[in-house]
């Protein structure tokens, strides 16, 4: 198991540049018998945006759960938001207050309002009284254009505002980084539009984002590198020109199935 | 026959049947809530306490719930004060109720955690919410609200359990009735009134618990979900 991605080559790879949010290096992580990660070398610098595309089974999930510690890594090193991940003994709680995460399904809480949803995690874990937590919410929920729905319960809401919401409730820990997975992937169409637009909005804003989407366009306008990843590789880094001219054959064919 | 129906002579018992109402509801309510309490604690011990104190909650539950609950009773009334520890027959009934009801909890309270999905939790623990604060606000709300029927009938059902606690000399209505009953041979009509009472009491309750999941459960008041 030695041979390396034809494209990547890691000679390239800045080691710690100073503004690197997230790093990978070498990182490796299996399930079981079957490693899934092969060696993940990636940086992220603040206020970049970093879009993770591949097949189904490339490992995009895991190295994105590996980054707020959701999965440990068995090899490598990780260092996320200054902390090292690979020494162990990181405390998972701290880390998360800075980077939020966004799943497929929602995961919103059920028998909480929109508002409540929001300010249960800063309330809890940042201590902030109740009048704050009232501005908090009215500001993060302006951000994905939801004010006007603070009062009702995520089953009164569509899955794209219900997504939204989640992305909402994220924000109000004001992390420092952003994890999206497959964000869109429940949707149809029109509300894939409203959460995609939300993200735009948030890469505008300066925030430091890795997204894991099938949206093939959307990665092309809102990423400033494109990774591609392959059986548990990096196969081809680059920016949304990559997508139209691939060098390597299996993100020809990705791209080609893929559109 | 020539049997003359009559429940006019109960009149002159009601305040000992008023005496036995109070007993009933007083050994119900008063058990109810530590009852609550000590379920939910054994089950969230099955679940992540574990394995000695897993091992210890599932001997508990398995022990009360396969043993007569006038055993229990006895054993806490006769048999501690073998020992010379003497505690009230009124103790003894709550005690025992508390301790039956608390078994019986921890199962359903433990299924009501089980159908919480798991993407709640990982949410919860991705928003840097530690391990009791995801308990006490995402998984408690919602595992009651799921299993409240459940929780109604067995509290119901332990109301109607008092009814043994004559047998330790409580005078729960139960008791009250068997001593009319021996006073006046009026089986009959005594123990058709009591059944009405029971029934009424139940209905309580009922009442009193689904009052109590209108104020606790503000979603289902909003979306009128019936429970
Ligand atoms: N908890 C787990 N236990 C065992 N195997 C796992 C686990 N999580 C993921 N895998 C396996 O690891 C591989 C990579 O999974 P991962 O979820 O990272 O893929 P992905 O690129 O996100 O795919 P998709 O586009 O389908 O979401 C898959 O083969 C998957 O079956
Ligand atoms: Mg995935």
Same mark, same amino acid.
């Given at each position: 198991?030695?041979?390396?991605?034809?494209?990547?080559?890691?000679?390239?790879?800045?080691?710690?540049?100073?503004a690197s949010m997230v790093?990978?290096?070498?990182?490796?992580?299996?399930?079981?018998?079957? /490693?899934? &990660?092969? =060696?993940?070398?990636?940086?992220v610098g603040a206020g970049e945006v970093v879009?993770?595309?591949?097949?189904?089974?490339?490992?995009?999930?895991?190295?994105l759960r590996?980054v707020n510690g959701l999965?440990?890594?068995?090899?490598?090193?990780?260092t996320v938001c200054g902390r090292?991940l690979?020494?162990?003994?990181t405390d998972l709680r701290e880390l998360r207050k800075e980077v939020g995460i966004v799943f497929?399904?929602y995961n919103l809480f059920?028998?909480l309002t929109v508002e409540q949803n929001v300010t249960l995690a800063p309330r809890k874990v940042h201590r902030i009284g109740a009048a704050e937590a009232r501005e908090l919410a009215a500001e993060v929920l302006a951000q994905v254009g939801l004010s006007?729905k603070a009062?009702?319960?995520? /089953?009164? &809401?569509? =899955?794209?505002?219900q997504q939204r919401v989640a992305i909402a409730r994220s924000l109000a820990m004001r992390p420092k980084l952003m994890l999206f997975d497959?964000v869109?992937?429940?949707?149809?169409?029109?509300?894939?539009?409203?959460v995609?637009r939300t993200i735009e909005g948030l890469a505008a804003s300066g925030m430091t984002m890795m997204l894991?989407?099938?949206?093939?366009?959307?990665?092309?306008?809102v990423?400033d590198?494109?990774?591609?990843?392959?059986?548990?590789?990096?196969?081809?880094?680059?920016?949304?020109?990559?997508?139209?001219?691939?060098?390597?054959?299996?993100?020809?064919?990705?791209?080609?199935?893929?559109? | 026959?020539?049997?003359?129906?009559?429940?006019?002579?109960?009149?002159?018992?009601?305040?000992?049947?008023?005496?036995?109402?109070?007993?009933?509801?007083?050994?119900?309510?008063?058990?109810?809530?530590?009852?609550?309490?000590?379920?939910?604690?054994?089950?969230?011990?099955?679940?992540?306490?574990?394995?000695?104190?897993?091992?210890?909650?599932?001997?508990?539950?398995?022990?009360?719930?396969?043993?007569?609950?006038?055993?229990?009773?006895?054993?806490?009334?006769?048999?501690?004060?073998?020992?010379?520890?003497?505690?009230?027959?009124?103790?003894?009934?709550?005690?025992?109720?508390?301790?039956?009801?608390?078994?019986?909890?921890?199962?359903?309270?433990?299924?009501?955690?089980?159908?919480?999905?798991?993407?709640q939790?990982e949410a919860a623990d991705c928003l840097a919410l530690g391990?009791?604060q995801t308990?006490?606000s995402i998984?408690?709300?919602?595992?009651?609200?799921?299993?409240?029927?459940?929780?109604?009938?067995?509290?119901?059902?332990?109301?109607?359990?008092?009814?043994?606690?004559?047998?330790?000399?409580?005078?729960?209505?139960?008791?009250?009735?068997?001593?009319?009953?021996?006073?006046?041979?009026?089986?009959?009509?005594?123990?058709?009134?009591?059944?009405?009472?029971?029934?009424?009491?139940?209905?309580?309750?009922?009442?009193?618990?689904?009052?109590?999941?209108?104020?606790?459960?503000?979603?289902?008041?909003?979306?009128?979900?019936?429970?």
């Amino acid at each position: 198991m030695t041979f390396t991605s034809p494209v990547l080559s890691p000679a390239a790879a800045p080691i710690f540049p100073a503004a690197s949010m997230v790093a990978f290096r070498d990182v490796r992580k299996s399930f079981g018998a079957f /490693e899934v &990660l092969k =060696g993940i070398d990636l940086d992220v610098g603040a206020g970049e945006v970093v879009a993770l595309i591949g097949r189904s089974g490339s490992g995009k999930s895991t190295a994105l759960r590996c980054v707020n510690g959701l999965e440990a890594i068995n090899g490598g090193e990780l260092t996320v938001c200054g902390r090292a991940l690979h020494q162990g003994g990181t405390d998972l709680r701290e880390l998360r207050k800075e980077v939020g995460i966004v799943f497929q399904s929602y995961n919103l809480f059920p028998h909480l309002t929109v508002e409540q949803n929001v300010t249960l995690a800063p309330r809890k874990v940042h201590r902030i009284g109740a009048a704050e937590a009232r501005e908090l919410a009215a500001e993060v929920l302006a951000q994905v254009g939801l004010s006007e729905k603070a009062q009702n319960y995520p /089953e009164q &809401l569509s =899955g794209g505002q219900q997504q939204r919401v989640a992305i909402a409730r994220s924000l109000a820990m004001r992390p420092k980084l952003m994890l999206f997975d497959e964000v869109t992937s429940a949707l149809d169409p029109e509300l894939t539009g409203e959460v995609l637009r939300t993200i735009e909005g948030l890469a505008a804003s300066g925030m430091t984002m890795m997204l894991v989407t099938h949206e093939m366009a959307f990665a092309k306008s809102v990423a400033d590198k494109i990774v591609f990843m392959h059986q548990g590789r990096i196969w081809e880094t680059g920016d949304g020109g990559m997508l139209s001219s691939p060098q390597t054959a299996e993100l020809q064919q990705f791209v080609g199935n893929g559109l | 026959m020539g049997y003359d129906f009559d429940f006019s002579f109960l009149a002159s018992y009601a305040p000992d049947l008023w005496h036995g109402v109070w007993l009933t509801l007083g050994m119900t309510f008063v058990s109810i809530v530590p009852g609550f309490i000590l379920g939910t604690s054994v089950a969230l011990a099955r679940l992540y306490g574990g394995r000695w104190l897993a091992g210890a909650a599932t001997c508990y539950v398995e022990a009360i719930r396969n043993t007569p609950l006038i055993i229990q009773v006895f054993w806490l009334f006769f048999g501690l004060s073998v020992l010379q520890i003497y505690i009230g027959s009124f103790l003894a009934a709550v005690i025992a109720l508390t301790i039956n009801v608390g078994a019986y909890t921890a199962e359903i309270m433990r299924a009501g955690f089980q159908s919480i999905p798991k993407g709640q939790i990982e949410a919860a623990d991705c928003l840097a919410l530690g391990p009791v604060q995801t308990v006490v606000s995402i998984q408690l709300p919602q595992a009651v609200e799921r299993v409240y029927p459940a929780l109604v009938s067995q509290f119901v059902l332990m109301m109607l359990a008092t009814s043994i606690m004559s047998q330790v000399s409580a005078e729960e209505l139960t008791g009250v009735a068997y001593m009319i009953q021996s006073f006046t041979f009026r089986g009959f009509e005594v123990y058709l009134v009591i059944a009405v009472i029971y029934l009424a009491m139940a209905t309580l309750l009922r009442l009193v618990l689904m009052g109590v999941a209108q104020v606790s459960f503000p979603r289902r008041r909003r979306l009128g979900t019936p429970l």
